[in-house]
Nanobody
């Protein structure tokens, strides 16, 4: 069983930055893709960013130019660097690690952006 854990969430003022981390039990060096998603209260979960094994990345339009997804060389952690945060970025952020065409979710980490 693959256990996925996110960390790095917290409270920040508008314009601030946070870096989220996504790690899985053991190593996730052979991931096919890792995606970050978020869910705000009363809203459906939405796609934020994704990185593939070949380091291809893509982003939701709402975060382009502000968020950056990356992985360590050992591929044991995937990061989501979030800059210029806005109140509308407030949500629970979860990562999904795809291994063997199966996606594994973590429990999520809360990000709150408010003044």
């Amino acid at each position: 069983q693959v256990l996925v854990v996110e960390s790095g969430g917290g409270s920040v003022q508008p314009g601030g930055s946070l870096r989220l981390s996504c790690a899985a039990s053991g190593t996730i060096f052979n991931f096919e893709a890792v995606g970050w998603y978020r869910q705000a209260p009363g809203k459906q979960r939405e796609f934020v960013a994704r990185i593939t094994a070949g380091d291809d990345t893509n982003y939701a339009d709402s975060v382009k130019g502000r968020f950056t997804i990356s992985s360590t060389n050992a591929r044991n952690t995937v990061y989501l660097q979030m800059n210029s945060l806005k109140p509308e970025d407030t949500a629970v952020y979860s990562c999904n690690v795809v291994l063997g065409r199966v996606g594994y979710w973590g429990p999520g980490t809360q990000v709150t952006v408010s003044s």
